[in-house]
């Protein structure tokens, strides 16, 4: 199957910080992207997403980049908060008979106080 | 009503037990999926139904029996399972179809199951 993988699997960030999680992937096909939040015992929350034909996009205290000539994407979270701890994945739908969704590994976000 | 919804929370089951998970959406999706997932992993693809009829079956043993009764809900019948099969089982919806642009997928809460 298709690889949407994460570099860093733990990020320990002081509450006020920026934090940075990365996402690589190697279908070059791929042309939508989307950042989901996980908290413990919860399912995935949708973040924000972006469309191969865009390189950046924003929302609220979060921006997630694309580059799609090295095929890696980002998330950004601007003053991070204690609530903003979590796994975060980054997923991706392979376009073989349907769209099925690929998850990354998850990096596990820790916000110290 | 963005919310999936999913039934019962917690499961425990024997390996010689048949039950079945439940996954209710009244937001007008015409896709729906089963995910699983294991401790500090990633959720894997299980099923895709699109427009009630299913799509894609990632290789998942006859054991794990999906069916979608109407646009809203789908099931997944479980039978035989082993304690391995234990894990949290996530339904999810999306506005599309399972081809072309479906657009985010919404997650239910789970159902975490124990096999014993």
Known sequence: GESVGLHLPTLSVQEGDNSI?????????SDYFIWYKQES???????????????????????????????HLSLQIAATQPGDSAVYFCAAPYRRTGNQFY?????????IP | DTEVTQTPKHLVMGMTNKKSLKCEQHMGHRAMYWYKQKAKKPPELMFVYSYEKLSINESVPSRFSPECPNSSLLNLHLHALQPEDSALYLCASSQGGASGNTGE????EGSRLTVL
Request: proline letters at 2%; aromatic letters at 10%; one cysteine or more.
């Open chain 1, 103 to 111: 998850f990354g590994t998850g990096t596990s976000l820790t916000v």
């Open chain 2, 105 to 108: 997928l919404f997650f239910g």
């Open chain 1, 21 to 29: 999680i990365n996402c690589a992937y190697s279908n070059s096909a």
């Open chain 1, 41 to 71: 015992g919860k399912g995935p929350q949708f973040i924000i997403d972006i469309r191969s034909n865009m390189d950046k996009r924003q929302g609220q205290r979060v921006t997630v980049l694309l580059n799609k000539t090295v095929k």
